[in-house]
């Protein structure tokens, strides 16, 4: 039995590794993929989605992201979800980002959904590419869209672009989405969202969505996406099978190998004290 | 000033960047002439005026000001020349970008000539980046679908798959921290470790399916989908808000320290 506990305690982290190899692929599998488990819609997600249905038809909406292919695991999925919603709407957004791996990252998915709602690039979209320094540009940006931008990512002028009419300033943008692995959405809170009221809904990671929540209650963020679950829930919403849904399976069996192993090895380590603390008792009590 | 910033084609443009590539080498030779004592007293006085404009744009009252180039715009006379110096900035950070890379090939350049394990590596960073930047630069100059591919080759292929495999390795080591790390060892890893466990049961399908054979109003509240909210939006928000308080405060102490050149440092010290 104590081998058997000090098996337990000492595996050999390749073994690890092979489960959550197995785990992450096998619902991947045709047979694993078509179930399919509803998650409950949680109130921040419910909120994102409410906003971006108030917001009329035709409006024109900054489209940020700022995530690189480390976290498309979750930013890619959220990202395709609210582009879903967004081209549904019929609303007119240009995307920004603020890393350059997003620019490119976003042009592809933006190309892949417009033909499924029938939007094209420089009438309904379009990519303002990557730029630096974000309150640098957020506070140019604010007063004077057209001399800050300048070009699109194809190089043209952009107030020569059919998306842009009618906008000039901060203050013709009727919402902000901002889907970021990192802690930068505050600036779009600082510059944008705080002084001209535009309301800012927000997609992180599962991992930095906890900091997020003292906006959402502030209604400084206005909805907000809590990692892949909450790109899972906003496809549920939608009703569309998308990389989100496709995806639910794989993040379960991965969370729930790492519930198994933190339990096995908490128990494991419990086990094994007790049977130190018997043998221990049992030496004692032969040398008396 | 603002005409400066208008957009140079052709000759004019060649003129240019000329002109500013020899401003560069003059300043670069006048700042290595300085003597070293005096370096810091520019670096701060720099640092203030640079400070001292966003500052006062900020504060200063603001009212309806005309846009350097079209439009109107709500602001203060500090206001129109934000677009210009946003752009000095970026240039300004641009070299960062070139501080790394010399940076970079300084130190595999020493590994490459002196051989060994990593020496390999070090060609491989060499390469990558001549590569990296030889089709990049090429994509823009020869747009054509040759360069169009070689560079989606490299960035789709290589860059953001390596992104990717990097990012994702992070997920063999958390199992393996969760499975020998995360012990019971004390009653606050023990709640640590049970909120944890809610929190991810919360967060999957598999999770919230577990408790929803509860259906009791009452009871309602122990769904682990209810639990994890409270815990997010309440206790988690908490805590949160504290560390902000005190990340903000420390961070406007810092900066005021920098900006009035009172802070002590390889910045500042260093140079003197």
Known sequence: MVKLLHTLQTVDRRVLYALLLLSVTLPFMPTFSNIKVPVKISPSTQKLYDTIESIPEDSFIIFGTDWSAGTRGENGAQTEALMRHVMKKKLRFAVLCFDPQA????????????????????????????????????KALANNIV????????????????????????KDVKLLVNINPTNSYTYYIQYLQGPYHIPLVFAPTAVMAPEAFNYLDSGQIAGMLNGLTGAIEYEQILNVVGRATKDSNCLSAAHLLIIFLMIMGNIAMLLEKRAAKANAAMHLGGQV | MASLFVPAKGGAWDIRVVGVFALCVLLFALLQLTPKQYRKYVIQFVTLIAGLYYALEFFWPISHVTGPTKGEAEGNFLTPSMEQISDWLT???????????????????????????????????????????????????????????????????????????????????????????????????????ITAVVVMLGQIAVGQALTRGIHSSTLQVLHFEVVRDWILTLANAAAVRAIGFGLGIGGLAVALRIWLGLERGSYFDGQG
């Open chain 1, 147 to 170: 001399s800050t931008v300048k070009a699109d990512t194809r190089g043209r002028a952009i107030e020569t672009l059919p998306v842009m009419r009618g906008v000039t300033s901060a």
């Open chain 2, 91 to 193: 240039i300004i950070a641009a070299f960062t970008v070139g501080l790394g890379v010399i940076n970079l090939s300084m130190v595999h350049s020493k590994r490459l000539t002196k051989g060994g394990n990593t020496a390999f590596n070090s060609l491989v960073f060499f390469l990558a980046t001549l590569a990296m930047v030889v089709v990049g630069v090429l994509k823009k100059s020869h747009p054509n679908s040759l360069t169009s591919n070689l560079y989606q080759i490299l960035f789709d292929g290589a860059l953001t798959t390596l992104d990717a495999t990097m990012f994702s390795i992070i997920a063999f080591y958390i199992v393996s921290a969760s499975y020998r790390a995360f012990r019971v060892r004390s009653t606050e890893a023990t709640i640590l470790l």
């Open chain 1, 103 to 138: 620019a490119t990252l976003t042009q592809t998915m933006a190309e892949k959904l417009q033909k499924q709602y029938g939007y094209s690039e420089g009438e309904n979209w379009c990519n303002w590419g990557y730029r630096v320094q974000e309150q640098l540009f957020f």
